[in-house]
């Protein structure tokens, strides 16, 4: 299952809106870039009448589209650009991934037609035995998507909760999954993506193992060839985050390259969590860091010894997935870019 490779060349226009969405900075400083570099993006349904947390409209996505076509992006099959994050080959910048999760109806009923209208080729990721049933897909649609090009990949059997299954059990919903997408589509996806973008060590290691060539949270950032392949980030994109400045914005991004990262494990029981990370001196000057908490906003940020930073936490996460998003400007008007993902029960 290949997708069929997209690309819009050209200068982008400047965005004064990123400007006003984080306004106040001073003035940023420069920095390398990885050998090759991505932004992702996760959507799940569209224009129906869905949770407005996992729910473009229709408008919105059109103008996102828009903005890919004609804003000098590189739309990339997303399997190539794992390819080059694997193999530490350039991409073009401003190169762009598209997939979209849990195979719902308004895939091929809504965004498939914009997509193959647009040219631009994309990742289904897909629960197998969620197919043919309720606001989902069916199979019938699923292989005309695949006939097309479009890239299917594995989001296990039943779009299950890893994080609270054992280690047995969610390797039958994935091996499950592999041979139900084989018998009805003929190949066996090479892509995976964690329901609800949940991963522990103990996860990220068994997904590592099962000859996948990558997997996908999504936790807001940019993919890039130092990044853990079976960890990558996604920006989701809906309707409380969806307008055209957002996702301007998440286009722009770069990576933030970032090690040494704590808590190691997402599932957390201390609250608030004690969260740090040291980055890449590639990165520059640190004094512009900002790391913002889902649901507090904008948290203490300390530099302690070299450049390890620690993001104090002074009130307590809300509990479920919750997010730690970390920006730093660049010289050109760029934002770099880490984003954690943690489970608070």
Not at 51 to 72: C, K, M, W, Y
Not at 106 to 112: E, L
Not at 208 to 233: C, E, K, N, Y
């Amino acid at each position: 299952m290949t997708e069929r490779r997209h690309t819009t060349v050209g200068w982008r226009r400047r965005l004064a809106a990123l400007a006003v969405l984080l306004a106040g900075a001073p003035a940023p400083a420069g920095a390398a870039e990885p050998a090759a570099s991505a932004v992702i993006f996760a959507y799940q349904r569209f224009g129906d009448d869905g949770d407005p947390s996992n729910t473009i409209a229709v408008e919105q996505f059109e103008a996102h589209l828009r903005e890919l076509r004609r804003g000098g992006y590189a739309v990339l099959p997303v399997g190539e650009i794992v390819a080059a994050l694997r193999d530490g080959k350039a991409l073009p910048d401003h190169a762009v991934g598209i997939t979209i999760d849990d195979a719902h109806v308004s895939v091929y009923t809504t965004a498939w037609p914009r997509l193959r209208a647009a040219g631009l080729p994309f990742t289904v990721f897909v629960s197998s035995e969620t197919l043919d049933t309720g606001s989902r897909m069916s199979w019938a649609q699923l292989r005309e998507l695949a006939a097309s090009g479009v890239t299917i990949g594995n989001q296990t059997a039943g779009y299950v909760r890893m994080i609270d299954q054992d280690r047995a059990y969610n390797i039958g919903q994935i091996l499950r999954a592999q041979d139900q997408l084989r018998a009805m589509l003929g190949d066996a996806p090479k892509l995976f993506a964690y329901p609800y973008g949940e991963a522990t060590t103990a996860l990220r290691d068994m997904v590592a193992g099962m000859r996948f060539d990558a997997a996908f949270g999504i936790h807001s950032g940019v993919a890039h060839s130092q990044a853990d392949r079976f960890q990558l980030p996604r920006f989701p994109l809906a309707d409380a985050f969806g307008s055209i400045e957002r996702f301007r914005l998440s286009a722009d991004a770069l990576p933030l390259v970032v090690s040494e990262v704590s808590p190691t494990e997402a599932v957390r029981t201390e609250n608030p969590p004690h969260v740090g990370f040291t980055i890449d001196p590639a990165m520059g000057d640190l004094d512009q860091l900002a790391c913002f908490a889902s649901g507090l906003g904008r948290a203490r940020v300390e530099q302690l010894g070299g450049r390890r930073i620690e993001v104090r936490l002074d009130e307590k996460l809300l509990p479920g997935r919750t997010r730690i998003n970390c920006t730093l400007p660049t010289s050109d008007g760029r934002w770099r870019w880490f984003g954690l993902q943690l489970s608070i029960p």
